[in-house]
């Protein structure tokens, strides 16, 4: 598949002109002109670099263009450089997609963690841009405190990291932003809803639930956007027949 053609898809499907973001959304490094195999995975980094080469890959996306991020000196130099050069002469190009990748409907993060935990969406939330990035979504019959956990133990591979429940005893509506979400709290307490989960969390978030009375659970950074490019992967092999693999290299943060 042509690499333009391939970039029309992904831009067609994760619409990312309509966010807001800090980093590069799309392609990153032009290393081809043909897509024949892709993987994909949380975070540029050098191991996802080594099961591309292993793979025979000509294609990473990740949600964590590390090295894209608004702000950041791109000089080809130093780890960065070395990054670029392997791509380069394996011929590998690159592409990232952050908040499309958490807000997508179908192959988002946020999307897919009520999915696994059994959740139906009702609204969205967090809005950067023109689409929100987080969900409110709610269960069919409220749960006790507990029961909330123990789903979120079972939705997520490494169960929970942070269980705050300082809130309602009685669980039905959770707003869900992956990642650092957290900063989504008091407008999760707007909008009604009596839980908050998410993946990474500042020391000030306790306290901030404990405060105002609200129920938290984080499942860590990484581990909390896998879905993402895992399900984009196999939506690239069901829709376009280009071998697509998801390659996860833990990070327990």
């Known amino acids: 598949m042509k690499l333009s053609e391939f970039s029309f898809w992904l831009d067609n499907l994760l619409e990312p002109q309509l966010f807001r973001d800090y980093c590069v959304d799309g392609l990153c490094v032009e290393a081809g002109d043909q897509v024949t195999r892709v993987v994909t995975g949380v975070s540029f980094r050098d191991r996802l670099i080594d099961a591309a080469i292993e793979n025979h890959a000509d294609c990473i996306i990740v949600h964590h263009p590390n090295g894209f991020w608004k702000g950041e000196d791109r000089v080809l130099t130093g780890k960065f450089g070395e990054r670029m050069r392997r791509l380069m002469q394996h011929g590998i190009s690159l592409y990232g997609f952050h908040l499309p990748l958490d807000g997508h409907p179908e192959v988002g993060n946020n999307a897919l963690i009520a999915k696994a935990m059994g959740l139906n969406i009702v609204d969205g939330f967090m809005r950067e841009g023109?689409?929100?990035?987080?969900?409110?979504?709610?269960?069919?019959?409220?749960?006790?405190?507990?029961?909330?956990?123990?789903?979120?133990?079972?939705?997520?591979?490494?169960?929970?990291?942070?269980?705050?429940?300082?809130?309602?005893?009685?669980?039905?509506?959770?707003?869900?932003?992956?990642?650092?979400?957290?900063?989504?709290?008091?407008?999760?307490?707007?909008?009604?809803?009596?839980?908050?989960?998410?993946?990474?969390?500042?020391?000030?978030?306790?306290?901030?639930?404990?405060?105002?009375?609200?129920?938290?659970?984080?499942?860590?950074?990484?581990?909390?956007?896998?879905?993402?490019?895992?399900?984009?992967?196999?939506?690239?092999?069901?829709?376009?027949?280009?071998?697509?693999?998801?390659?996860?290299?833990?990070?327990?943060v």
């Open 130 to 252: 023109e689409r929100p990035v987080g969900w409110i979504a709610e269960f069919a019959n409220p749960l006790s405190q507990a029961e909330f956990v123990a789903v979120a133990e079972r939705a997520f591979s490494h169960g929970v990291q942070n269980k705050l429940l300082y809130g309602s005893e009685s669980v039905k509506r959770v707003a869900i932003c992956s990642g650092s979400g957290a900063s989504g709290v008091e407008e999760a307490l707007d909008f009604g809803c009596d839980a908050f989960v998410t993946g990474e969390i500042k020391e000030s978030v306790p306290i901030t639930c404990e405060e105002l009375g609200f129920n938290l659970i984080s499942a860590g950074h990484h581990r909390t956007e896998v879905f993402g490019v895992r399900a984009l992967a196999q939506k690239i092999q069901d829709e376009l027949g280009v071998p697509a693999s998801f390659v996860d290299i833990d990070n327990p």
